[in-house]
Antibody, heavy 118, light 107 residues
Framework: QVQLIQSGAEVKKPGASVKVSCKVS????????MHWVRQAPGKGLEWMGG????????VSAQKFQGRVTMTEDLSTDTAYMELRSLRSEDTAVYYC???????????WGQGTLVTVSS | AIQLTQSPSSLSASVGDRVTITCRAS??????LAWYQQRPGKAPKLLIF???SLESGVPSRFSGSGSGTDFALTISSLQPEDFATYFC?????????FGPGTQVDIK
């Protein structure tokens, strides 16, 4: 059974970067398609991007292109999402989730709250 | 990007009620739609995939229907643990998008 364990909450200043980790247990990361979804306080869910097995590479939503980097450390089965040039609107809970059955997300990590504040 | 709208945005219901939430896509997405349940402070949980397929372990009181642009999630008999927010998600084309959510509260 796949479990995703994320790193703890972060507080960052505007303009800084944040790197969130997502450790896989019960499976190997190489067999998974890891994605990232965020949720601003009291708001809906927003897909950021992830590994696309059809294209064989990581793809990201246009909104985040140039500002987000998603990487994987296969030796530790850990995925990372780095978001740069943070602004207050980036304050959100960031989730990792595995993409299965064509495009649904299951399971999800527990979420990491990133607060951007001066 | 494909836009998803949900209605209602919130509803109040009692235990035992039958509840239906609808999701409409801005263009046809075949059956590439999923439903998630999110309880406060928790991650979303997959309920339905491919518009009408029940995820393993999800109670049979949950069901999904629809194809093309119009979809529905029905809870046949609302239970106390079902009070939560429900989101639809399309995976027909990238970017994957989610509906704004429907909050189900206790009447």
């Amino acid at each position: 059974q796949v479990q995703l364990i994320q790193s703890g909450a972060e507080v960052k200043k505007p303009g800084a970067s944040v790197k969130v980790s997502c450790k896989v247990s019960g499976y190997t990361l190489t067999a998974l398609s890891m994605h990232w979804v965020r949720q601003a306080p009291g708001k809906g869910l927003e897909w950021m991007g992830g590994f696309d097995p059809e294209e064989g590479e990581t793809v990201s939503a246009q909104k985040f292109q140039g500002r987000v980097t998603m990487t994987e450390d296969l030796s530790t089965d850990t995925a990372y999402m780095e978001l740069r040039s943070l602004r207050s609107e980036d304050t959100a809970v960031y989730y990792c989730a595995t993409r299965v059955r064509g495009g649904v997300f299951d399971p999800w990590g527990q979420g990491t709250l990133v607060t951007v504040s001066s | 990007a494909i836009q998803l709208t949900q209605s209602p945005s919130s509803l109040s219901a009692s235990v035992g009620d039958r509840v239906t939430i609808t999701c409409r896509a801005s263009q046809g997405i075949s059956n590439a739609l999923a439903w998630y349940q999110q309880r406060p402070g928790k991650a979303p949980k997959l309920l339905i995939f491919d518009a009408s397929s029940l995820e393993s372990g999800v109670p049979s009181r949950f069901s999904g229907s629809g194809s093309g642009t119009d979809f529905a999630l029905t809870i046949s008999s609302l239970q106390p643990e079902d009070f939560a927010t429900y989101f639809c998600q399309q995976f027909y084309i990238k970017p994957f998008t989610f509906g704004p959510g429907t909050q189900v509260d206790i009447k």
